[in-house]
């Protein structure tokens, strides 16, 4: 039977094995690690915390094993304190301006009300009934509220009580081995992964590579032969959710073999029609799907035209920038894949002028070393943007000598440097600094894939 009392937050200790994250090293590493998979949660939480105090009765679920005093439920609560008053201090923490403002300027009697917080202590021997009560608590739905555990909580929870869960064993080999992932996107995926949706495609691909089960799969990676690339573009693309439910289960749409190389099952023997049986007639020569292609299950992605938001919707979908210092690229790809352009055009202008110019600085330092261009000037400042893209532009293109990059990128360079283009840099600029000049999603749509190629080729 749980005892109540008030305990120090100094006294306790986080849960390194959180079922929200991968097992930590540190405290510092279980924070840092709680924060990157629910920010947002986090810092509502503290706000809240600092704003009204901690409430009596949240009581905090601990286990008392011989001196230590570990933490059940309520560990993001029990960080969030153990920041405030600074018994963790995380290494470059980017904490919002106002929440670092309202800790500054606590009061003597908020750290004296709060420096305890009431908890639920189960002895070692409760260890199980301390679990039930964890398992109970999470309902809530509000930021500050507790943070309902997700898919990769569940998988984590349902694992270490005696489950299979190949999924989440592949998820976490990835996110330590994977060659196609940035520190960010692994901190990320390591507690907010679309699981499910990576358990029916494994279940999809892993026949095709002579595999009898996910499990197999999972325990055979990263030992996948000429395979593994493809298997971790999908799962990098599950993680970007542009690999979903409906495209794995679009019949008409192999998603395995067209995206990632992955074998297409051999197709069944078809047996002599008996007779009186009539077989389908297989058009030839119209440049039109067939009714055998169509009863294959191999039908093409219907085209559509440059100027339609489907086209740029796709080609966003199918972008994914390879190289260092493009984190913050990936996160602003990922957010104008929201976007609906008839509704936020300028929304998406904004963040396609950030995307190029994180691009061309990013380039820069790729090619630092073998004479590339420089994204400053020699005073430390940065370039104008249309100079270091046309710089970008040249270096690219062996200064002109390569033909078929300059073929290339001519549209990128023709609109993004006249100053009259709808998305030229100038008129980008206009965008923040004009209170006249707008744009609508016909401007865009006419215009993206000028300059797209060159945002393509920068990553």
């Known amino acids: 039977m749980a005892t109540i009392d008030f305990l120090p937050v100094k006294k306790l200790s986080l849960d390194l094995k959180n079922f929200r994250t991968v097992p930590q090293l540190d405290e510092i590493c279980a924070v840092q690690a709680l924060i990157a998979v629910a920010p947002n949660w986090f810092w509502a939480l503290m706000d809240s915390l600092l704003d009204d105090g901690y409430h009596p009765t949240e009581n905090i679920v601990v286990l008392k094993q011989g001196s230590k005093i570990s933490v059940r439920e309520g560990n993001r609560r029990i960080a969030a304190l153990k920041i405030i008053f600074g018994y963790v201090t995380i290494p470059n923490l980017e904490m919002p301006a106002a929440i670092d403002a309202k800790i500054k300027g606590l009061s003597k009697e908020w750290r004296k009300e709060n420096a305890k917080v009431p908890c639920s202590i189960y002895a070692a021997s409760e260890s199980e009934a301390a679990q039930r009560v964890v398992t109970l608590t999470h309902a809530k739905g509000t930021q500050a509220g507790r943070n309902q555990w997700n898919a990769v909580a569940r998988a984590r929870y349902n694992r270490d009580n005696g489950g299979g869960e190949p999924a989440l064993d592949l998820l976490e080999k990835y996110l330590e081995q994977g060659k196609n992932l940035t520190d960010a996107e692994a901190?990320?995926?390591?507690?907010?992964?679309?699981?499910?949706?990576?358990?029916?495609?494994?279940?999809?691909?892993?026949?095709?590579?002579?595999?009898?089960?996910?499990?197999?799969l999972a325990d055979k990676y990263p030992q996948l032969s000429k395979h593994r690339t493809g298997v971790e573009a999908m799962l990098k693309d599950i993680g970007t959710e542009t690999l979903d439910f409906p495209t794995i289960r679009n019949k008409a749409y192999d998603f395995a073999s067209t995206r990632y190389q992955i074998p297409i099952p051999p197709t069944p023997a078809v047996s002599p029609s008996p007779p009186g049986v009539t077989t389908l007639a297989v058009a030839t020569g119209s440049g039109q799907s067939t009714g055998a292609t169509s009863a294959l299950g191999l039908k093409k992605t219907k085209a559509v035209a440059v100027n339609d938001v489907t086209a740029i919707k796709r080609k966003l979908r199918s972008f994914q920038p390879k190289g260092k210092d493009?984190?913050?690229?990936?996160?602003?790809i990922n957010e104008s894949r929201t976007l609906k352009l008839d509704v936020q055009p300028h929304a998406f202008c904004f963040l396609l002028r950030s995307m190029f110019e994180l691009s061309a600085k990013a380039y820069c330092t790729d090619h630092a070393a073998s004479g590339g261009p420089k994204a400053t000037k020699a005073d430390g400042t940065d370039r104008f943007l249309v100079e270091?893209?046309?710089?970008?532009?040249?270096?690219?293109?062996?200064?002109k000598t390569d033909k078929a990059m300059v073929k290339l990128l001519h549209g990128a360079m023709a609109e993004l440097?006249?100053?009259?283009?709808?998305?030229?840099?100038?008129?980008?600029?206009?965008?923040?600094?004009?209170?006249?000049?707008i744009v609508d999603e016909s401007h865009?749509?006419?215009?993206?894939?000028?300059?797209?190629p060159l945002l393509e080729a920068m990553n």
């Open 187 to 216: 901190a990320l995926w390591a507690g907010d992964y679309h699981l499910t949706v990576l358990a029916e495609a494994l279940n999809n691909v892993a026949p095709r590579l002579g595999f009898g089960s996910a499990r197999d």
């Open 444 to 452: 865009i749509c006419s215009l993206f894939f000028n300059i797209f």
């Open 326 to 332: 493009r984190e913050k690229l990936v996160t602003l």
């Open 417 to 437: 440097g006249k100053s009259e283009g709808f998305l030229s840099v100038t008129s980008m600029n206009q965008l923040i600094h004009n209170t006249k000049f």
């Open 388 to 399: 270091l893209l046309r710089d970008v532009t040249t270096h690219l293109t062996k200064n």
